[in-house]
């Protein structure tokens, strides 16, 4: 199924609700649209977040590179945003999406959320990285 990028209505009202830290960046997480497990977080400057809205694609600003990066222009692995949410104290964001390709993680795993402490998931279903080989 080809999917489409949906712009999110948006007001400027909506995005001054917003509460970027010192660093002008808000954590976004990332969560599955179809089953509602946690994909991966980025982070968001002001213009990453009106790219996302406006474009219906998942754009962060990566903190290691200084630069925007829009999730799966190199892998494959898109993000088809279908909400944007922010919580109650504005300092969060959520983005509901559909995930193409392999995952989210750039380690091939479905979900940057596949380790754990403990053994809180014996069956194995957070999904590791893939085999390389």
Not at 29 to 36: L, P
Not at 44 to 66: D, I, V
Not at 81 to 99: K, P, S
Request: hydrophobic share 35%; with cysteine; net charge negative.
């Amino acid at each position: 199924m080809e999917r489409v990028a949906s712009p999110v209505d948006f007001t400027e009202d909506e995005l001054a609700g917003v509460r970027f830290g010192a660093d002008g960046l808000v954590p976004a997480i990332v969560q599955d649209a179809g089953d509602g497990t946690v994909l991966m977080l980025g982070y968001m400057n002001g213009e990453a977040l009106r790219r996302t809205l406006q474009t219906g694609r998942s754009w962060f600003w990566s903190r290691s590179r200084g630069e925007y990066w829009c999730k799966g222009e190199t892998s494959g692995d898109r993000q088809w945003v279908r909400a944007v949410r922010y919580d109650c104290d504005g300092d969060a964001l959520l983005l509901v999406v559909d995930q193409d390709g392999d995952g989210a993680c750039h380690t091939g795993a479905r979900s940057c959320f596949y380790r754990s402490f403990g053994s809180d998931d014996p069956s194995g279903a957070a999904g590791g990285p893939k085999a390389q080989g």
